[in-house]
C-alpha cells in the first residue's frame, strides 16, 4: 500500500515572515548566488503536483513574461492546481483551475495515487489549507534578510496550530530549513 499524499508547504521567507513584498515582488530573494538549491531538487523529486492561489498564479506568469519566457514556468510534467473563483480565458498548458471548496479537494486529491503535494501558496491559500487541516508539512527557508513589511508566511487569523520539529539546517551563507510536521 502507497504512503498516503502529503500536503507540504515548501517555501521561502524573510527573517521576518515575509514570503513577499506588499507588492508580491520577491527579488530580495536573489541576493546573493549561492551554491546550494537548498534542497530544492531533492524536494522536487518526492512531488507530482502544485498548488498555487491565483496572485501566485498570475505573478508567476509575469514573471515569466519579463524574462522573455511565454508560458513556460509551469512544469508540464506536474499537475498545477489553481484556485480561483475567475479562471482567465486563456489556457496555460499543464494548469486546472480549482474552485471548488479547499476540504473537499484536499480530501479527493489525496485519495488519488501520486507522489507529495507542493502548496506553493501565497500566504491566503497556505491560511485556508491550514484552517482545513489539510497541511501535514512546512519546510521554510528563512533568508539571512529582513523586508520590513509584506504579505506573510500565512494569512492571520486568530489561531493556534503546534507544530514539532523535524529538523533544522544551516546553510553557510546564513540560510536556514526549518522542517515542521502537524501533528495529526
Known amino acids: 500500500m502507497n504512503a498516503p499524499?502529503?500536503?507540504i508547504v515548501y517555501i521561502a521567507t524573510s527573517a521576518d515572515g515575509y514570503i513577499a513584498r506588499p507588492d508580491g515582488d520577491i527579488e530580495w530573494l536573489n541576493r546573493m548566488p549561492s551554491k546550494s538549491d537548498y534542497g530544492m531538487r531533492?524536494?522536487?523529486?518526492?512531488?507530482?503536483?502544485?498548488?498555487w492561489r491565483r496572485k501566485t498564479y498570475d505573478w508567476a506568469l509575469d514573471y515569466d513574461k519579463r524574462n522573455g519566457n511565454k508560458g513556460g514556468i509551469f512544469d508540464t510534467k506536474l499537475?498545477?492546481?489553481?484556485?480561483?473563483?475567475?479562471?482567465?480565458?486563456?489556457?496555460t498548458p499543464?494548469?486546472?483551475?480549482?474552485s471548488e471548496p479547499v476540504k473537499e479537494f484536499a480530501q479527493r486529491l489525496r485519495t488519488t495515487p501520486g507522489k507529495n503535494?507542493?502548496?506553493?501558496?501565497?500566504?491566503?491559500l497556505i491560511a485556508?489549507?491550514?484552517?482545513?487541516?489539510?497541511?501535514?508539512?512546512?519546510?521554510?527557508?528563512?533568508?539571512?534578510t529582513l523586508i520590513g513589511e509584506g504579505i506573510p508566511l500565512i494569512a492571520p487569523r486568530h489561531r493556534d496550530v503546534p507544530l514539532h520539529l523535524h529538523s533544522v539546517r544551516k546553510y553557510a551563507d546564513g540560510v536556514v530549513r526549518l522542517r515542521y510536521e502537524i501533528p495529526g
Do not use: C
Open 79 to 91: 499537475v498545477n492546481y489553481v484556485f480561483s473563483g475567475k479562471p482567465p480565458r486563456q489556457k
Open 117 to 124: 503535494i507542493w502548496m506553493m501558496g501565497g500566504g491566503e
Open 42 to 51: 531533492a524536494f522536487y523529486r518526492t512531488i507530482d503536483t502544485i498548488l
Open 94 to 98: 499543464g494548469v486546472a483551475f480549482v
Open 128 to 144: 485556508s489549507f491550514l484552517d482545513a487541516g489539510e497541511i501535514d508539512e512546512f519546510d521554510i527557508h528563512v533568508m539571512p
Open 5 to 7: 499524499r502529503k500536503i
